[in-house]
């Protein structure tokens, strides 16, 4: 099976990124933001992104792209539960980043009522399920940092000033994402969680949309083209990330400061060990780099370029010259390198079966 797989790598120069909800221990005043941090053994702490909070940065990212083909799907709120409309075969981050759709018999009749719109669910209201294609790691510090703690007040008010205090970090953060891309626009009705993507009024919608039936797979398949414009999306909402917290008094370029990536075979990622440092002084390993490649195609499992995007100004001095034999290696801007990949995928779209 063949995997778009990579590292991203972002800058954090003064950040709060992704907020915990918890108050600041010790903290000076009532109202206080803490950030996210993992709490080594050792009393370290390493701020990280949940793996959630990308997902969501990058759906925005995509969708409020004027230039970036995409099919956005409809979310409902019920009481207790909120899901999108669960239909991968017309929506593209249905198809993509997955989706559980469990409404209760009452939160069922109300949206019926209320969004004739919706997609039906099938008739004995069993939950579709679809793991999600495109995977991201958590985003962590690649080393132990000092946490900020910054106090401020809110002085536009008669009376007293209104303290209030948060946290941020400078770091270096890192992360892994993949797509499966034999299971982007492959959609299965097999009864497990997960799985179940469609059911009696989704395979009747697959039927009358030409998609070919895959009987020993119990799957339904969009055209190989359809599929490769699909996670060409994707890919390009990747290289130009926007979001994260308290952006308006720590803003942050979130997009990739470094990318590393490539069609590969198999789902396990060979570009994990490339950085080390600390928030100041950082070392891209290049000769890590070259003895992944080098190993992917020994054992023939290299599909395509490996794509470097490399932000001009940052690290310049670590900007690799690699040269490996019978492997092409495309480096350039991530925005530059992100399009690079997806326009070869989507001239060579047999590659998302390989």
């Given at each position: 099976?063949?995997?778009?797989?990579?590292?991203?790598?972002?800058?954090?120069p003064?950040s709060?990124?992704?907020n915990?909800?918890?108050?600041i221990?010790?903290s000076?005043?009532d109202?206080?933001?803490?950030?996210?941090?993992?709490?080594?053994?050792?009393?370290?702490?390493?701020p990280?992104?949940?793996?959630?909070?990308?997902?969501?940065?990058?759906?925005?990212?995509?969708e409020?792209?004027?230039?970036?083909?995409?099919?956005?799907?409809?979310?409902?709120?019920g009481?207790?539960?909120?899901?999108?409309d669960?239909?991968?075969?017309?929506?593209w981050?249905?198809?993509?980043?997955g989706?559980?759709?469990?409404?209760?018999?009452?939160?069922?009749?109300?949206?019926?009522?209320?969004?004739?719109?919706?997609?039906?669910?099938?008739?004995?209201n069993?939950?579709?399920?679809?793991?999600?294609?495109f995977?991201?790691?958590?985003l962590?510090?690649?080393?132990?940092?000092?946490?900020?703690?910054?106090?401020?007040t809110?002085?536009?008010?008669?009376?007293?000033?209104?303290?209030?205090?948060?946290?941020?970090?400078?770091?270096?953060?890192?992360?892994?994402?993949?797509?499966?891309?034999?299971?982007?626009?492959?959609f299965?009705?097999?009864?497990?969680?997960g799985?179940?993507?469609?059911?009696?009024v989704?395979?009747?919608?697959?039927?009358?949309?030409?998609?070919?039936?895959?009987?020993?797979?119990?799957?339904?398949?969009?055209?190989?083209?359809?599929?490769?414009r699909?996670?060409?999306?994707?890919?390009?909402?990747?290289?130009?990330?926007?979001g994260?917290?308290?952006?308006?008094?720590?803003?942050?370029?979130?997009s990739p400061a470094?990318?590393?990536?490539?069609?590969?075979?198999?789902?396990?990622?060979?570009f994990?060990?490339l950085?080390?440092g600390?928030?100041?002084?950082?070392?891209?390993k290049?000769?890590?780099?070259?003895?992944?490649?080098?190993?992917?195609?020994?054992?023939?499992l290299?599909?395509?370029?490996v794509?470097?995007?490399?932000?001009?100004g940052?690290?310049?001095?670590?900007?690799p010259?690699?040269?490996?034999?019978?492997?092409?290696?495309?480096i350039?801007?991530?925005?530059?390198?992100?399009?690079?990949?997806?326009?070869?995928?989507?001239d060579?779209?047999?590659?998302?079966?390989?």
């Open positions: 099976m063949a995997f778009i797989t990579g590292t991203l790598l972002i800058d954090a003064a709060a990124l992704n915990s909800g918890e108050s221990p010790s000076r005043t109202n206080t933001t803490a950030v996210k941090r993992i709490r080594a053994k050792s009393g370290q702490e390493f990280y992104v949940s793996g959630q909070a990308q997902r969501y940065w990058l759906r925005n990212t995509i409020q792209a004027s230039d970036i083909e995409w099919e956005a799907s409809p979310t409902y709120r009481d207790k539960v909120s899901f999108s669960g239909n991968p075969i017309h929506y981050d249905d198809d993509l980043l989706y559980m759709r469990a409404p209760g018999k009452k939160d069922l009749k109300d949206l019926k009522e209320n969004h004739p719109e919706m997609t039906p669910q099938g008739d004995d069993s939950a579709v399920t679809r793991v999600s294609p995977r991201i790691g958590t962590v510090s690649i080393a132990p940092v000092n946490i900020t703690e910054d106090f401020g809110m002085t536009r008010t008669e009376g007293n000033p209104v303290p209030h205090e948060h946290q941020f970090y400078r770091a270096h953060m890192h992360t892994m994402f993949a797509i499966d891309l034999a299971m982007a626009g492959t299965t009705y097999s009864r497990r969680s799985f179940q993507n469609l059911d009696a989704r395979i009747a919608l697959a039927e009358e949309s030409g998609l070919t039936k895959i009987e020993e797979s119990l799957a339904y398949q969009l055209p190989l083209e359809e599929r490769s699909r996670v060409k999306s994707l890919l390009l909402g990747l290289a130009r990330l926007q994260g917290a308290k952006q308006a008094i720590h803003y942050t370029d979130v470094i990318a590393v990536f490539a069609l590969v075979k198999g789902g396990n990622n060979p994990n060990y950085f080390k600390n928030h100041v002084d950082l070392s891209f290049a000769d890590v780099l070259e003895a992944s490649i080098s190993d992917l195609v020994r054992h023939d290299l599909l395509s370029p794509c470097i995007g490399w932000k001009p940052f690290f310049d001095e670590q900007r010259q690699i040269s490996v034999e019978s492997a092409d290696i495309f350039d801007t991530p925005r530059s390198a992100f399009a690079a990949l997806a326009d070869y995928l989507v060579n779209p047999h590659l998302m079966d390989a």
